[in-house]
């Protein structure tokens, strides 16, 4: 019975989202990223160790064993990817969800968030993660992400949903509101 009671009321904010390409690539890396930098980096020295030891093994072995060239060799690979793999992944996946010119309806309500204009989803605030990167407020809404630019809404509207999403600054970590598990 609130449920409806609250729909009733007007919204707080109503905003009407399409993002270019360039916006749905920071969302993406904004909100799916799953290693950060010190990941990647604790990853790529010991990789990079261990290049330097097989080269060093293979170069300085009278015999030149080729399997330690090859692990030199794939562990740049290897660092290589960890660190171009996740950008040109994300340009690719934004590309394709651009090229579809989808539009994100979304009110905001004292306490609940409305997704969608003929049969909206509502969700409570304290079910959304959010971070803010820059210009983006990031959304994970259980598996769907959500991205707001702030040029669809003037300095008012951008305090409303900093107040009712409360997003941290960076990326959206696992756990309840943002804290860590």
């Not at 090859?70 to 960890?82: D, E, H, N, Q, R």
């Amino acid at each position: 019975m609130e449920e409806i009671q609250e729909q009733a009321r007007p919204p707080l904010l109503t905003l009407r989202i399409r993002m270019n390409e360039e916006e749905i690539y920071q969302c993406l890396m904004l909100g799916t990223r799953r290693a950060g930098p010190a990941r990647n980096i604790a990853e790529s020295v010991i990789l990079g160790v261990m290049a330097v030891y097989c080269g060093a093994a293979y170069l300085l072995d009278g015999a030149r064993e080729p399997v330690s060239l090859m692990l030199a060799v794939l562990s740049l690979l290897i660092i290589a990817a960890i660190w171009l793999v996740p950008p040109l992944r994300m340009k690719h996946e934004a590309r394709q969800i651009a090229a579809q010119g989808n539009e994100v309806f979304l009110s905001l309500y004292e306490e609940e968030a409305a997704f969608g204009r003929e049969n909206p989803q509502y969700v409570p605030y304290s079910s959304c993660r959010a971070v803010v990167g820059g210009e983006m407020l990031a959304l994970a809404i259980g598996y769907q992400l959500v991205g707001i630019p702030r040029r669809v809404t003037d300095e008012e509207g951008w305090r409303t949903l900093m107040e009712k999403f409360q997003p941290e600054e960076g990326r959206i970590r696992k756990g309840k509101r943002g804290k860590e598990k």
